[in-house]
């Protein structure tokens, strides 16, 4: 149904329509058209709640569906923290994420005994009077180059470093 006038209502005469003789004329005449007028709001009216009763019910299904989903994203929103809590857990485990470097390679701290760390420091002396290449330790064990393309070497003894080259 339109709400809007046609063209033909407005376009088309009623046989009635002469030039308006009396005051009652132009009464009745005005009366008939708001009949008229008032019978369109009425149509108007009942497609109206129509049409509000099925977006209410529209809305109603949305609201549901909404509120389903809200509960849904709620609980994999809590089980993904419970992930990400788990997995930070994990990383702290495994060592700190510096520890992991681009190379791929991981750099862990070992726990070395006395003797060991005792070696390692006086490596480490020894390679800032540029008298090794490079120390580090592996498997427990301090290792050494006295130069870049040598192969390193395992040091089990402080004598054993100071008594160059090693066996």
């Known amino acids: 149904m339109s709400f809007k006038r046609s063209r033909e209502d407005l ?61 849904k994203l709620s609980a994999d929103l809590s089980k993904t923290r419970d992930n990400v809590s788990l997995n930070y857990e994990r990383i702290l485990v495994c060592g700190k994420l510096n520890d992991l470097l681009l190379s791929g390679r991981i750099y862990l701290n070992e726990n070395l005994t006395e003797l060991a760390r005792s070696i390692k420091g006086s490596a480490l002396k020894m390679k800032k009077d540029g008298k090794l290449h490079s120390v580090f330790t592996k498997d427990g064990f301090v290792q050494v180059k006295d130069r870049a393309e040598d192969e390193a070497r395992p040091v089990h003894s402080v004598e054993q470093l100071a008594n160059k080259p090693f066996p």
């Open 11 to 71: 376009t088309t005469s009623d046989p009635e329509e002469e030039p308006v003789q009396s005051l009652d004329e132009l009464f009745s005449r005005m009366k008939t058209m708001f009949e008229k007028t008032n019978a369109r709001i009425e149509n108007c009216k009942s497609d109206l709640q129509s049409e509000f009763a099925v977006l209410r019910e529209d809305m109603q299904q949305f609201k549901t569906e909404c509120s389903n989903n809200v509960n």
